[in-house]
T-cell receptor, first 114, second 115 residues
Framework: DAGVIQSPRHEVTEMGQEVTLRCKPI?????LFWYRQTMMRGLELLIY????????DSGMPEDRFSAKMPNASFSTLKIQPSEPRDSAVYFC????????????FGPGTRLTVT | GQQLNQSPQSMFIQEGEDVSMNCTSS?????WLWYKQDPGEGPVLLIA?????ELTSNGRLTAQFGITRKDSFLNISASIPSDVGIYFC???????????????FGQGTTLQVKP
């Protein structure tokens, strides 16, 4: 069975450029989560969706970050404009049932902003 | 805000030894989860716990949901080199009697195993 798929796996971009990260959750899962991981702050939840609807975006750092989930099999996280401090590994995770708490993570996208 | 305190921060052990790590919180959780993360990969779910006092095993791994619902531990028996990685605990924030689906993660325990 395919797990959570993320693309690209690595992204290097210059400050000021737009970055779009993509995620395909596990088929049949109805919740999707975006995380950011850094050495300093660990794993931070940015936003999560339930049945394609954003439920909690309180972790989104600022207006430069936006996320969409146009359908049950696709989500994007966009950063515009990007800044060096956005450099991190971004993970997408999906869950079959919000009530159970189990989340399954993708391989992550390593973003470097120069 | 809510925090999970995970300890120890790192461990360096000999192959074959048993390992124990734990997580504590000042708040109650409905669900405790344990993940392992290998370098360059995403966290992989190891064990999920749903009831206070629950003890669950997955091969050489054993985890328990504390009776107070504010702590959990993970034990690894007879460690092997492939156990190397970062282990995270995570708790599902309570909201009344229902889980919110929003996990809070511990800081991680880095495990190194010497062959």
């Amino acid at each position: 069975d395919a797990g959570v798929i993320q693309s690209p796996r690595h992204e290097v971009t210059e400050m000021g450029q737009e970055v779009t990260l993509r995620c395909k959750p596990i088929s049949g899962h109805n919740s999707l989560f975006w995380y950011r991981q850094t050495m300093m702050r660990g794993l931070e939840l940015l936003i999560y969706f339930n049945n394609n609807v954003p439920i909690d975006d309180s972790g989104m750092p600022e207006d430069r970050f936006s996320a969409k989930m146009p359908n049950a099999s696709f989500s994007t996280l966009k950063i515009q404009p990007s800044e060096p401090r956005d450099s991190a590994v971004y993970f997408c995770a999906s869950s079959p049932d919000r009530g159970l708490g189990e989340q399954y993570f993708g391989p992550g996208t390593r973003l470097t902003v120069t | 805000g809510q925090q999970l305190n995970q300890s120890p921060q790192s461990m360096f052990i000999q192959e074959g030894e048993d390992v124990s790590m734990n997580c504590t919180s000042s708040s109650i959780f409905n669900t405790w989860l344990w993940y392992k993360q290998d370098p360059g990969e995403g966290p992989v779910l190891l064990i999920a716990l749903y009831k206070a006092g629950e003890l669950t095993s997955n091969g050489r791994l054993t985890a328990q949901f504390g009776i107070t619902r504010k702590d959990s531990f993970l034990n690894i028996s007879a460690s092997i080199p492939s156990d190397v990685g970062i282990y995270f605990c995570a708790g599902d924030k309570t909201h009344g009697s229902s889980n919110t689906g929003k996990l809070i993660f511990g800081q991680g325990t880095t495990l190194q195993v010497k062959p």
